[in-house]
Structure formats: structure tokens, C-alpha cells
């Protein structure tokens, strides 16, 4: 196998793929909640993705197609080879014996979750996995999601799958069933992170988010992805992902990642006229 070579690639649903890139550095090390940097070719931009396994010196990521430089990475096949992929990087997941923990992840978010609920399952946790989809056709990695916890929950917003309504709806329930929880993951869209807080706080549940700040050197030095959490200034790339979801500034992190919203359309019009406007169905 060559390096940063795609060994495997899967396609999950006509937007989200699962690649396996051979990195044994990478894999050896990686941990649960931490994430690389690639590039897709040389003058490419750098990404960050979560790290959804590792093994045998393959490390797997799971991508949503959202704009240019994850459209580019979707155009390259088993065989070919990734310019760079750093990592892992940021702070694992603190991974201890709680006991009943909710795991949330929302939409893509339930890929990050993956791992997280995993490691905390192997650790002796009784793990709730709550994941919320749209609607049913996208529900991912449902199988993968079944063994990496105690109870599943399939949440769609649509009601055409499992629960229907938000996974916020569904931990409600939950609690107000007389379930009690020692700590609460959430992660995914900001909003649905927010108001997981929100519920959490208000029923005195400890919470952990995993934030998804824009990350240009994913090494503490550019401040592009700093975070104000409980008054202080954090960098995400280094001091997290992983924050204590009580003190993280939900809507100054909302407003700081609208900022390039005009730039990225541009830039992912631009790939799918490259493409011949394609790509997005698969
Ligand atoms: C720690 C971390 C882990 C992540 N894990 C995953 C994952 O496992 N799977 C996945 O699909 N996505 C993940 N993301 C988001 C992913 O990095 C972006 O979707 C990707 O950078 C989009 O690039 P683009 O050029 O395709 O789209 P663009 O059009 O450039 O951006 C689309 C959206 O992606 C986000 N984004 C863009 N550039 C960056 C950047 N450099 N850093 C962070 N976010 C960015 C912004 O919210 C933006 O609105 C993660 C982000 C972070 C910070
Ligand atoms: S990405 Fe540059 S400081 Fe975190």
C-alpha cells in the first residue's frame, strides 16, 4: 500500500462516503473524539474530518459533500492517494467510567458520535446512542451505531423513521420517563448542540460538545477556530474539540462561521460546473 492511499471507499448515501486511508502513523496513535487534516492535492485547502476508526494501519474518516475541497476529495477512488493527512490531531475524548451516559449525535454528527459512544461502551458505560436524521432514506451507519452502544434510538425529523421528532425530543422523553443520566454527548449542528445544552442544564446533566469551528492549521497557531468558553479564549484545534457544552458561547461560534458562507457557495459553484453539475447525486 502506497501512503495516504484509499484503500476503501464506501458510499453511504448519495452525499456522505466512508474512505480507509493507509496511515500507520496516524492510526497507530488515533483515539476516539480526535480528528486530521488533509489535502486533497497539493494547492488543495485543508480539512479537517473526525476519525471514525482506526486499525491496522488504516485510518477511516466519513465526509459529507458540502463544497469544494470535499466535492474534490469524493472525485478520487480506491487506488488513488491523498496529498497529506495529518494527525491525529486535538485532545481525545476523556473516555472514564461514568455510568448512564447519552450519547446525541445529529445528522453527520452521528458519525463523530460513533466512535465516542464506542470507547465510552468498551469502557462500562450504559450507553443511550440517540441519532437524528431528516428523514429516513439518510439515516447512516444504523448497524455500525446498534453495536456501539447499549440502546439505539433513530430519531427522524419527518417521523418516516423511528421517533419522530429531534433527539433533543427523544432525551426529553427520556428523562422525563425517569431515566437518569450521569453525563450527556452532543454532537453535531450547532443549533442542535445549543439546545441539547439548554435541556441538559436545566435538568443538571453534565454535557460534553464537540465543536466543528472553521480550522485552518489545526495546531493552536492561526486562532482561526478560537471559542469563548465560560468567558475564556480557547482554541478548538488544540484545547478541544471537546468543550463542557454549559460555557461554550453557542451564538458568537453561530456567527463566526456565517462569515464565509458568500465565499464557500462561490467556491463549491464553481466545482460542480467544473463537474458538470453531477456530482451531488452520487
Ligand atoms: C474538528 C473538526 C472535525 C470535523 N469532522 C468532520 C467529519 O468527520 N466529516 C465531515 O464531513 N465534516 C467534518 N468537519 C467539517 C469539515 O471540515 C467541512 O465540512 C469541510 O472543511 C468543508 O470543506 P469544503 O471545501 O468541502 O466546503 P466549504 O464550502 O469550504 O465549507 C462548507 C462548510 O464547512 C465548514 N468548513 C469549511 N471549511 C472548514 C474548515 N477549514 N474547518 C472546519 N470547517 C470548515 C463550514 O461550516 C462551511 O460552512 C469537521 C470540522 C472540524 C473543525
Ligand atoms: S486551527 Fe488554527 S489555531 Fe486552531
Keep these: 500500500m502506497k501512503k495516504y492511499e484509499i484503500v476503501n471507499k464506501r458510499v453511504l448515501t448519495p452525499e456522505i462516503s466512508q474512505i480507509s486511508v493507509y496511515a500507520p502513523l496516524v492510526a ?3 483515539r476516539a473524539g480526535q480528528f486530521i487534516i488533509l489535502r486533497v492535492d497539493e494547492e488543495g485547502e485543508r480539512i479537517p474530518l473526525t476519525i471514525s476508526s482506526a486499525r491496522d ?7 459529507q459533500k458540502i463544497g469544494g475541497t470535499t466535492l474534490a476529495l469524493d472525485g478520487l477512488n480506491e487506488g488513488d492517494c491523498l496529498h497529506d493527512f495529518v494527525g491525529p490531531l486535538g485532545r481525545p475524548t476523556e473516555v472514564e467510567d461514568l455510568g448512564r451516559v447519552a450519547v446525541l449525535g445529529g445528522g453527520l454528527g452521528c458519525a463523530i458520535a460513533l466512535p465516542v459512544a464506542r470507547a465510552l461502551h468498551q469502557a462500562g458505560n450504559r450507553v443511550d446512542l440517540i441519532g437524528g436524521f431528516k428523514t429516513k432514506d439518510i439515516v447512516i451507519l444504523e448497524e455500525e451505531m446498534g453495536q456501539a452502544c447499549t440502546d ?5 425529523d419527518d417521523g418516516s423513521y423511528g421517533y419522530h421528532g429531534f ?8 428523562i422525563n420517563s425517569g431515566v437518569h443520566y450521569d453525563h450527556v454527548f452532543a454532537i453535531g449542528p450547532l443549533m442542535m448542540m445549543k439546545f441539547a445544552c439548554k435541556l441538559t442544564e436545566r435538568h443538571n446533566i453534565p454535557t460534553t460538545v464537540s ?11 492561526c486562532g482561526c477556530c478560537r471559542l469563548n468558553v465560560g468567558g475564556e479564549v480557547k482554541f478548538a484545534c488544540v484545547d478541544g474539540p471537546d468543550f463542557d457544552g454549559h460555557q461554550v458561547d453557542f451564538d458568537e461560534v ?7 458562507k458568500d465565499f464557500e457557495a462561490r467556491s463549491r459553484e464553481k466545482h460542480l460546473c467544473r463537474l458538470g453539475g453531477g456530482a451531488m447525486n452520487g
Design 28 to 30: 497507530d496513535k488515533a
Design 152 to 156: 439505539l434510538y433513530i430519531c427522524t
Design 167 to 174: 433527539v433533543t425530543g427523544k432525551l426529553e422523553e427520556l
Design 254 to 260: 453561530i456567527a463566526r462561521n456565517n462569515t464565509y
Design 57 to 63: 494501519g488504516l485510518v477511516t474518516v466519513i465526509y
Design 211 to 221: 465543536m466543528n469551528p472553521i480550522m485552518i492549521d489545526g495546531t493552536g497557531m
